[in-house]
């Protein structure tokens, strides 16, 4: 029997308590949600840049075959490139559980939000920022919300409003970050503020990581930059070699336009944007509500879209913590068999057991 936690965000159970990090821009999409679930883990797709991007098309005014005016609700634009993105997903991981990512600070939220429900993903995935009218939609249309948080208040908060779980996001973690405090400090208060399941997020690399969160209370832990280096990542091979090769010592802070801290690798174009300052650009996507477009130091998402297609030089890679230790290609399958492995033989080794008899 396994020593290893159950998960369960109100009814969905995945085999091992993990969920692979959602990766923006179009770095987890279906190929790496649906080796995820396949393998007993929550595979999670980004929404990120996946909003519609033709405005003049009509509004969907439906979502799960509920008229949304009915339940108080707007109609939408249908973001298809989404919805294909959670079809193709559930189409090669017909009984895993896929999630959707999606960032309360994206100018199309509410659409992402409503096409991912209407679309059918399994559970919503909320960070940067937070909107109290998500838990009632996701509650109308029966969707476990789960909530990323970095502080006991926010927990308590999440909890209260109706959340199903919430994911505690440190410092360690790649993207944007609510926080720069480590997630051994963050970890113990926020397990406490709480009765839902808490899922450990920032600088888990393996086992004995995984182990160290149970330990802690943690019902669950999301890995992200580990499974860039996995053949079925979304992202260009570039990007995934660029992570392999990179040394501890090129993870580094740099300055969003969202306001908000970043983890990423240290490339030509962080170096560049440390001696400049700013980097002129022009804004066509209008993505983010708390950018300033052309105002803004740099554009966002110009410089993701640029890496994951492969222009790591031109581009930014976010990345977490551990980047330094990533060393090789995985498959999904192999990289969640090892975390599982070390995490039994770490909890068996400190005579621990979270498993149910």
């Not at 209370?217 to 392999?244: M, P, S």
């Not at 002129?280 to 994951?308: M, Q, R, W």
Request: contains cysteine; aromatic residues 6%; hydrophobic residues 40%.
């Amino acid at each position: 029997m396994s020593r290893l936690p159950k998960l369960r965000i109100k009814n969905l159970e995945p085999k091992y308590p993990i969920i692979q990090g959602g990766m923006g821009a179009k770095v987890s999409l279906h190929k790496l949600a649906a080796a995820v679930a396949n393998a007993g883990g929550i595979g999670v797709i980004s929404a990120v840049l996946l909003h519609e991007k033709d405005r003049s098309k009509p509004m969907k005014t439906t979502c799960k075959g509920i008229d949304v005016e009915s339940v108080g609700l707007k109609p939408y634009h249908y973001a298809h490139e989404l919805a294909r993105e959670i079809k193709k997903a559930k189409e090669l991981a017909p009984n895993g559980i896929i999630g959707v990512n999606i960032m309360y600070a994206l100018t199309h939220f509410y659409e992402l939000l409503m096409t991912a429900i209407d679309a059918g993903a399994d559970l919503i995935i909320q960070g940067a920022g937070f909107g109290k009218d998500v838990f009632k939609i996701c509650n109308t249309f029966d969707v476990p919300l789960v909530e990323i948080v970095a502080t006991p208040k926010g927990a308590k908060l999440s909890q209260r409003l109706g959340a199903a779980a919430v994911i505690v996001e440190s410092g360690e973690a790649g993207g944007h970050l609510g926080t720069l405090d480590s997630l051994w400090d963050i970890l113990p208060s926020i397990v406490e503020a709480v009765d839902i399941p808490v899922i450990a997020a920032g600088g888990i690399f393996d086992g004995k990581d995984m182990a160290r969160a149970f330990k802690m209370g943690a019902k669950g832990v999301q890995i992200a930059t580990r499974f860039i280096a996995t053949y079925e990542c979304d992202a260009h091979q570039n990007f995934k070699d660029y992570i392999i090769q990179a040394k501890p010592e090129d993870s580094i802070y740099i300055k969003s336009p969202v306001g908000m801290p970043a983890h990423a690798v240290r490339n030509p174009f962080t170096e560049r944007l440390e001696r400049e300052g700013k980097i002129p650009h022009k804004c066509p996507f209008n993505c983010l509500k708390t950018c300033s477009g052309e105002d803004s130091i740099y554009c966002i998402a110009d410089v993701l879209l640029k890496s994951v297609s492969g222009n790591v030089e031109e581009g930014l890679v976010f990345s977490g913590s551990n980047v330094g230790r990533v060393n090789r290609m995985y498959s999904v399958e192999e990289l969640i068999e090892e975390l599982v492995t070390e995490c039994e033989r770490e909890l068996e080794r400190r005579n621990l057991n979270f498993g149910e008899e």
